[in-house]
């Protein structure tokens, strides 16, 4: 089993309380709101670290680029976020 750091546990529970599910999506800027400022640094680190696991799928959209949970993990991650 793989262990996630509290931020990590923290961006994607802030990502499953706003619905960015699927479809809908954030830019992986608007996720570094509402950390503190000395973490808001490592927060690409971590949401690289959730790609990798395919947590979180990318999107290219528009100049930046997007993320969403991706939806076929939505079990696996409610179960991390609880």
């Known amino acids: 089993m793989v262990e996630f750091d509290i931020y990590e546990i923290a ?5 499953h309380s706003y619905d960015y ?3 809908r999506h954030t830019s992986v ?5 509402g950390f503190p400022s000395h973490v808001r640094g490592d927060v ?3 949401v690289k670290r959730l790609i990798k696991l395919n947590l979180i ?3 290219s959209s528009t100049k930046e ?11 696996e991650i ?3 976020i609880q």
């Open 44 to 46: 690409k680190k971590f």
């Open 57 to 59: 799928i990318l999107k």
């Open 11 to 15: 961006i994607l529970r802030k990502m």
């Open 78 to 80: 409610e179960e991390i």
């Open 65 to 75: 680029m997007h993320c969403s949970l991706n939806k076929s993990k939505i079990k």
């Open 29 to 33: 800027d608007n996720l570094q709101r």
């Open 21 to 23: 599910i699927g479809a």
